[in-house]
């Protein structure tokens, strides 16, 4: 049987991320599977991120820079990758997040075998912004549905490979929620199906001060993915109260 996927595109949102910026790419750029497009987009940043991006893109040929006209934020970026991207498939990676050298490889072994997925998720490792390594795993499970995705997010957005077709239906919306998450639930909701690798092939960057790190604001962020989605208020706190007990059971071990 032919195989599904060929070339991948993979979108890169950047802003002020010059300290863990080259470490991403590189993770990227040494993938075992090599046929890939990195587009990478930069959003005004004020470091020396974009410096940084042009120094890749001279030096190869796969690696693609764009700079928003001002700033933007993440949603809009990601959707502005996902539209310049040749492939018929998307892998997503923040700018202080890596992969493992055979992510990709072991995502498009995946889909080829499962050729309906929609999205293909992978499980995390995790290390701080001092670089030190975390003992706790993420673990996923092998498939999710659309109620068991609203009981926790399992699906890391730089560990996610989308078929491009589901991203112009479902982009990402607003800022002020988990945008991806919303995205993951759009797709599911409307057939889409999804597959996980249980092994740690994302290391996820932890960064207490950021949106996901923050608990208290990532727990609003999460109530308004709810009410995106059109869920009542009761519904609503059901899900938070799934969503709060698997929170404090990740962030604890991390």
């Known amino acids: ?27 990227v750029l040494s993938q075992s599977y090599s046929d890939f ?17 042009r120094e890749y893109e001279q030096k190869d040929s796969r690696v ?11 949603s ?36 080829n075998k499962y050729p309906d997925i929609a999205v293909c998720y992978t499980g995390s490792g995790f290390v701080d912004t001092n670089s030190i390594k975390s003992e706790f795993v993420f673990y ?16 890391s957005c730089s560990s996610a490979l989308v078929k491009k077709e589901w991203l112009l239906k479902f982009p990402m919306a607003h800022d002020d929620m988990h945008e991806d998450f919303a995205t993951w639930l759009s797709i599911l ?3 889409g199906k999804a597959k996980g690798i249980n092994e740690p092939l994302l290391i996820y960057r932890v960064d207490r001060n950021s949106k996901s790190g923050n ?31 698997s929170g404090i059971r990740k962030h604890g071990s991390i």
């Not at 608990?215 to 709060?244: D, P, W």
């Open 1 to 27: 049987m032919e195989n599904v996927v060929s070339k991948i595109s993979i979108v890169m949102p950047i802003y002020n991320a010059q300290r863990f910026l080259s470490q991403t790419i590189d993770s």
């Open 37 to 53: 497009e990195l587009i990478m987009i930069d959003d005004c940043s004020t470091d020396n991120s974009l410096e940084i991006l």
């Open 64 to 74: 693609l820079v764009f700079r928003n006209d001002k700033n933007r934020g993440v």
């Open 76 to 111: 809009f970026t990601r959707n502005f990758g996902v539209k310049k991207a040749k492939s018929d498939y998307i892998a997503f990676i923040d700018s202080d997040d890596m992969w493992t050298a055979d992510k990709l490889e072991k995502q498009i072994n995946l889909i």
């Open 140 to 155: 996923v499970p092998e498939e999710v549905s659309f109620k068991k995705l609203l009981k926790q997010n399992v699906i």
């Open 189 to 191: 909701k409307h057939g």
């Open 215 to 245: 608990k208290f604001k990532s727990m609003a962020m999460t109530y308004r993915v709810y009410k995106f989605m059109g869920l009542n208020v009761f519904q609503r706190a059901y899900y938070m109260i799934f969503y709060t007990i």
